[in-house]
């Protein structure tokens, strides 16, 4: 049996075992399974396809952080890309004319945000098909994932990219689940548990998944009584998986009604817009950069007034290490204190070392050796 007949079976298994808690064990092991085969199957395309990057639409990284776009052909992925950034890429008024993604840079309170355009073509990407697996390698790099939707289709469209997502180990407004797991040499497989679960991870689950993957010998901790059965099929396949964050965007509202509007504004992690109409473009852009969670950091020479128009940028929580690595990576060497101002400070400057946690609009004076 192929790994694709071996995937179609366990969904086929699972589909027909009913969910109690007499099952739970055994849906474990499998969800255990599928996930292996799954990865084998990824592996095996990106192999027999000369690997992720021969596709001809992967893009280099530049500018801060990287955005992507993902949605349905049609949805207004292009319309969006050229209202917000600097680059503009052709609207046809027919489907599919994204074949090759479009780079473009949204310049906001003084960052570069590198968005991306995606192929519209991701179904099927988790059994390997076509374009979309190309479409989830470059997804995986991304700092968030925009998912356009069209306001006037159903809900569908978003539970199936979202599906597909998740089969391919990208877990979009998740935190990495709190599990420590390592892999050992001898002592057989210990299994501690902080608190009493909450949830349907047991010891036994654990054990008999580590069995099926043929690790005898390791450690596991679990910090969190709410994590699951799925949640530690994630830490065990911890490489192929993505916490990404995800703003959804819901275009052509112009074209429903005003309860429909209304009502998918008040989801979580949500934007409405209509680029025909040019509304809510202010918000998307507002969201793209909150969600990103930048900080910007404006450098002072000393004796001059601090620089406020062209600050560096930084992912949240980095330190002045961090921040000396992105001017140049030699710079940490020569670095030999800062002086910061700003609420990351403790008084006004503080004086601090590359491990200082700065924070945004932080004012920084590097001193070198
Ligand atoms: N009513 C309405 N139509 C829109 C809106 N935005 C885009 N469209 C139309 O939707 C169609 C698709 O727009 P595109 O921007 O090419 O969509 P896309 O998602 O990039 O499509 P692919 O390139 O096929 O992936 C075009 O005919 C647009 O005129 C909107 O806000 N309202």
Known sequence: MGVIEKIKAIEEEMARTQKNK????????????????????????????GGAGGSG????????????????????????????????????????????????????EGAEIQIVDLPG?????SQGKGRGRQVVSTARTAD????????????????????????????????????YYKKKETGGVKVTFTSPPQA????????????????HNAEVLVRDDQCTIDDFIDIINDQHRNYIKCLYVYNKIDAVSLEEVDKLAREPNTVVISCEMDLGMDDVVEQIWYQLNLSRVYTKKRGFKPSF????????????????????????????YALVWGSSAKHSPQKCGLTHKIDDEDVITLFTK
């Open 22 to 49: 007499a099952t739970e064990h055994h849906l474990g092991l499998l969800k255990g399974k599928l996930a292996r085969y799954r990865q084998q199957l990824l592996e095996e395309n990106a192999a027999s396809s």
């Open 57 to 108: 639409f992967e893009v280099a990284k530049s500018g801060d952080a990287r955005a992507v776009l993902i949605g349905y052909p049609s949805v207004g992925k292009s319309s969006l890309l050229g209202k917000i950034t600097s680059t503009k890429s052709e609207v046809a008024h027919y489907s599919f004319t994204t074949l090759t993604s479009v780079p473009g840079v949204l310049k906001y």
């Open 121 to 125: 073509i991701i179904y099927g990407a």
């Open 144 to 179: 968030l994932v925009v998912m356009v939707l069209d306001a006037t289709k159903s809900q569908h469209q978003r539970e199936s990219l979202e599906a597909e997502l998740e089969a391919v180990g990208i877990r979009l407004n998740k935190e990495k689940p709190n599990i």
């Open 200 to 215: 349907n991870l047991t010891e036994d689950t654990i054990k008999m998944i580590l069995k099926d993957y043929r690790v």
């Open 309 to 336: 128009e062209d600050p560096l940028v930084v992912r949240s929580n980095s330190t002045v290490g961090d921040l000396c690595h992105s001017i140049h990576r030699d710079f940490k060497d020569k670095f030999k």
